[in-house]
């Protein structure tokens, strides 16, 4: 005889509001000797199959029924060790996983007792504990919400003779599945979908592209007997898997994790070619122009001062001097020994300087130079302009208006990729709304010789599916094992792409024009006013200087 009260108290349940749930188990000593020993150890071994303490480690009871068969079950149950329980008139969630990943018993006397089951999505695992007096009207509920929260459990259905039923509604084949309560198995209903068609919301330019998607799906289809459709029409009661190109701040359990990555590219301008006369700077770098230069103002000071024949030279004349010794050689006189000296060892140092320099220029004019390429996270914060958006507030670029388009090399744009910027190409160019025969082969074209991906990547994830939690594990078991036998990357290495490579261009393969050597005659038509202006005014200088001097002898 039971004597004792059990006050179970929980919160959380899925109501706007704090519930506190307390139950009393005072009455059993008036129950009629009922043995249910058979009872319990059949309900416990459906239990046991069907929620494996590793998986479902707690158990939440519904003592919903007052039938003197349920109540004396009920303590047996609650003594049972192997798993944590908690006994409520309604369902307390303890996490958000119980909610999506838990076990529940259904002592119910009337189908009203089942409503809470619409609270539960479609893994979780529930089992009816009702007389044979309500099986009737269980099969003839005209309720559809009941039917339908009814139709995910497992009913156990006892009568008074000890003897009990239980039988499972197969929602792929809709027809109800009997288990021998003698030897209970409980089938797996994943084994054979019996047409069940399995429908994956994608775009269309998309799985244009990502046909993997499609191969993966077929070869579900075919062993388990399902069908497969891809659709670009979304409908919630009719679409079981949606691919999430993005997971930032999702944290649904029923996400999949799939193959492929998807991660946020920066496209950045391609470097531009340099103009040809650029060969007559980048030998050399800044600082050794400028040590060149501090080396031939030092110089021209100290001749200047103690020079012997030079010094009696104008300072410019000095400097011009020197980088005219550079180029090819003295063409003034000089002497006395701190000039012979002096120069003669710059001449020495002009020789392995001009000459190193020749050969750079010989070894840059087999290629095209390039400028620096967009590739790290400073360049980026460096060089870019970004459109004023929600992307580039998260990261902090540097923005240019909305209203504006920036037209400059600076202009930077980042784009949702799939896998690498081969196909995430192909998929943007298939969005294209011109109808022209070549407007994808032009937009493809103008993308890659003018924008490339910087080597950065922002919030790289794997490929995730959005899948109904009826096929959560189905999906689990076999993306798994295209993980494991690398199934996904043999697929594409051995798909023909197109070979698209954008190769710099060499001198060797073009013409050099007119405008290729732009600033040269820039320089030389400069230098040639600058020498004309010079000439007139040392004319006119020198002139007057005579005029003055004649006039200055007369008198």
Same mark, same amino acid.
């Given at each position: 005889?039971?004597?004792?009260?059990?006050?179970?108290? #929980?919160? /959380?349940?899925?109501?706007?509001?704090?519930?506190?749930?307390?139950?009393?188990?005072?009455?059993?000593?008036?129950?009629?000797?009922?043995?249910?020993?058979?009872?319990?150890?059949?309900?416990?071994?459906?239990?046991?199959?069907?929620?494996? &303490?590793?998986?479902?480690?707690?158990?939440?009871?519904?003592?919903?029924?007052?039938?003197?068969?349920?109540?004396?079950?009920?303590?047996?149950?609650?003594?049972?060790?192997?798993?944590?329980?908690?006994?409520?008139?309604?369902?307390?969630?303890?996490?958000?996983?119980?909610?999506?990943?838990?076990?529940?018993?259904? =002592?119910?006397? &009337? %189908?009203?007792?089942?409503?809470?089951?619409?609270?539960?999505?479609?893994?979780?695992?529930?089992?009816?504990?009702?007389?044979?007096?309500?099986?009737?009207?269980?099969?003839?509920?005209?309720?559809?919400?009941?039917?339908?929260?009814?139709?995910?459990?497992?009913? *156990?259905?006892?009568?008074?003779?000890?003897? *009990?039923?239980?039988?499972? @509604?197969?929602?792929?084949?809709?027809?109800?599945?009997?288990?021998?309560?003698?030897?209970?198995?409980?089938?797996?209903? =994943?084994?054979?979908?019996? /047409? !069940?068609?399995?429908?994956?919301?994608?775009?269309?330019?998309?799985?244009?592209?990502?046909?993997?998607?499609?191969?993966?799906?077929?070869?579900?289809?075919?062993?388990?007997? &399902?069908?497969?459709?891809?659709?670009?029409?979304?409908?919630?009661?009719?679409?079981?898997?949606?691919?999430?190109?993005?997971?930032?701040?999702?944290?649904?359990?029923?996400?999949?994790?799939?193959?492929?990555?998807?991660?946020?590219?920066?496209?950045?301008?391609?470097?531009?070619?340099?103009?040809?006369?650029?060969?007559?700077?980048?030998?050399?770098?800044?600082?050794?122009?400028?040590?060149?230069?501090?080396?031939?103002?030092?110089?021209?000071?100290?001749?200047?001062?103690? /020079?012997?024949?030079?010094?009696?030279?104008?300072?410019?004349?000095?400097?011009?001097?020197?980088?005219?010794?550079?180029?090819?050689?003295?063409?003034? &006189?000089?002497? #006395?020994?701190?000039?012979?000296?002096?120069?003669?060892?710059?001449?020495?140092?002009?020789?392995?300087?001009?000459?190193?320099?020749?050969?750079?220029?010989?070894?840059? =004019?087999?290629?095209?130079?390039?400028?620096?390429?967009?590739?790290?996270?400073?360049? *980026?914060?460096?060089?870019?302009?970004?459109?004023?958006?929600?992307?580039?507030?998260?990261?902090?670029?540097? %923005?240019?208006?909305?209203?504006?388009?920036?037209? $400059?090399?600076?202009?930077?744009?980042?784009?949702?990729?799939?896998?690498?910027?081969?196909?995430?190409?192909?998929? #943007?160019?298939? $969005?294209?709304?011109?109808?022209?025969?070549?407007?994808?082969?032009?937009?493809?074209?103008?993308?890659?010789?003018?924008?490339?991906?910087?080597?950065?990547?922002?919030?790289?994830?794997?490929?995730? @599916?959005?899948?109904?939690?009826?096929?959560?594990?189905?999906?689990?078991?076999?993306?798994?094992?295209?993980?494991?036998?690398? +199934?996904?990357?043999?697929?594409?290495?051995?798909?023909?792409?197109?070979? @698209?490579? !954008?190769?710099?261009?060499?001198?060797?393969?073009?013409?050099?024009?007119?405008?290729?050597?732009?600033?040269? @005659?820039?320089?030389?038509?400069?230098?040639?006013?600058?020498?004309?202006?010079?000439?007139?005014?040392?004319?006119? +200088?020198?002139?007057?200087?005579?005029?003055?001097?004649?006039?200055?002898?007369?008198?």
């Amino acid at each position: 005889m039971i004597n004792r009260c059990i006050y179970l108290f #929980g919160s /959380g349940v899925l109501l706007h509001c704090m519930v506190s749930v307390q139950m009393c188990l005072c009455s059993l000593e008036s129950l009629p000797a009922i043995e249910p020993s058979f009872y319990t150890q059949s309900l416990l071994e459906l239990h046991r199959q069907l929620c494996p &303490a590793e998986k479902y480690p707690h158990l939440m009871i519904l003592p919903l029924s007052n039938h003197d068969h349920a109540q004396a079950v009920l303590p047996q149950i609650i003594s049972e060790s192997t798993y944590t329980k908690t006994v409520s008139i309604l369902p307390v969630f303890l996490t958000k996983e119980t909610k999506d990943y838990s076990c529940n018993l259904y =002592m119910i006397d &009337a %189908t009203e007792d089942v409503d809470t089951v619409s609270w539960f999505e479609e893994n979780v695992k529930i089992i009816y504990f009702y007389s044979a007096s309500m099986y009737q009207m269980v099969q003839n509920e005209p309720n559809l919400t009941i039917t339908q929260a009814l139709r995910k459990g497992y009913h *156990i259905v006892y009568d008074l003779d000890h003897t *009990i039923q239980i039988y499972r @509604w197969n929602r792929y084949s809709h027809q109800r599945t009997t288990i021998n309560p003698h030897n209970i198995t409980v089938p797996d209903e =994943m084994r054979d979908l019996h /047409g !069940y068609k399995i429908a994956m919301y994608t775009l269309q330019e998309i799985s244009q592209v990502m046909t993997f998607d499609a191969y993966f799906l077929e070869q579900i289809a075919n062993k388990r007997n &399902a069908t497969v459709t891809q659709t670009n029409e979304y409908a919630d009661d009719r679409t079981d898997i949606i691919p999430l190109i993005s997971v930032r701040n999702m944290i649904y359990p029923w996400i999949v994790p799939s193959f492929g990555t998807t991660f946020l590219a920066v496209v950045v301008p391609r470097a531009k070619p340099k103009p040809i006369v650029s060969i007559l700077f980048d030998p050399f770098d800044l600082y050794v122009w400028i040590t060149y230069l501090v080396l031939v103002l030092t110089m021209a000071i100290s001749i200047s001062l103690f /020079g012997k024949l030079l010094g009696r030279r104008r300072f410019m004349e000095i400097v011009l001097e020197l980088i005219m010794m550079c180029l090819a050689g003295p063409s003034r &006189a000089y002497g #006395g020994t701190f000039e012979n000296r002096i120069i003669t060892l710059f001449c020495l140092m002009s020789i392995a300087l001009v000459s190193s320099y020749q050969s750079l220029i010989i070894s840059f =004019m087999s290629y095209v130079r390039y400028g620096p390429e967009i590739n790290t996270l400073e360049e *980026i914060y460096e060089h870019c302009l970004f459109q004023d958006d929600s992307d580039a507030q998260f990261f902090n670029f540097k %923005t240019y208006p909305n209203e504006l388009y920036s037209a $400059t090399n600076a202009a930077c744009r980042i784009e949702t990729a799939r896998d690498n910027e081969q196909q995430t190409i192909i998929m #943007g160019s298939n $969005t294209l709304i011109d109808k022209h025969a070549y407007a994808t082969d032009h937009h493809i074209r103008h993308r890659i010789e003018n924008f490339r991906f910087a080597k950065t990547k922002f919030i790289e994830y794997p490929l995730c @599916w959005l899948v109904k939690m009826h096929l959560r594990e189905l999906f689990l078991f076999y993306t798994q094992a295209v993980f494991e036998s690398g +199934i996904y990357e043999y697929y594409y290495n051995n798909k023909s792409q197109p070979a @698209w490579q !954008y190769e710099h261009r060499t001198f060797v393969n073009q013409i050099v024009k007119i405008n290729d050597l732009l600033l040269l @005659w820039y320089a030389y038509v400069v230098g040639m006013v600058v020498s004309m202006l010079s000439f007139a005014a040392e004319t006119a +200088i020198h002139h007057k200087v005579i005029k003055k001097t004649v006039i200055n002898d007369i008198l």
